[in-house]
């Protein structure tokens, strides 16, 4: 799906995004140089969240924020995904690497995989729909 260029770079960032849950799925084969135990899954979803998630959602949540009263819809589903946000900030941080079972892991992958196919399937086509000219650029500013 071609994406409004305002939003391409939080897109492309979902790419990543989409690998670590896949990575933390415990019914998808490992891919080849990346960690494969649970420890290993653990200690690389906590770097891969403060350096690279952590701040994806940050930029997110500004655009989310400058993007509210659009329209009803826009604002129960910018609601439901910064909730998603938190619970997620709150699972990676909870983990353990010394102290991981591979089924916490699973849970991660599965709703980390599940908030980003809401985000690039519903959301962005309704900011798409829904965000005048104006602000668009506003975003490309601010990404």
């Known amino acids: 799906m071609k994406r409004h260029i305002a939003l391409q770079p939080l897109s492309r960032e979902h790419h990543n995004g989409l690998l670590l849950a896949q990575l933390l799925r415990n019914d998808i084969p490992d891919y080849a140089g990346m960690p494969f135990d649970d420890i290993g899954k653990a200690i690389y979803a906590k770097e891969q969240f403060s350096s690279i998630l952590e701040p994806h959602f940050q930029k997110e949540e500004i655009i989310f924020q400058l993007s509210k009263e659009l329209s009803a819809d826009v604002d129960l589903l910018i609601n439901e995904v910064i909730a998603e946000h ?40 309704l900011l798409e729909q829904y965000c005048p000219a104006a602000l668009m650029n506003q975003f490309r500013l601010l990404l």
């Open 86 to 125: 938190e619970v997620l900030k709150r699972l990676f941080n909870e983990l353990n690497p010394s102290n991981t079972a591979s089924n916490q892991l699973h849970t991660i992958g599965w709703l980390l995989n599940d908030h980003i196919r809401k985000e690039e399937r519903i959301l962005f086509p």
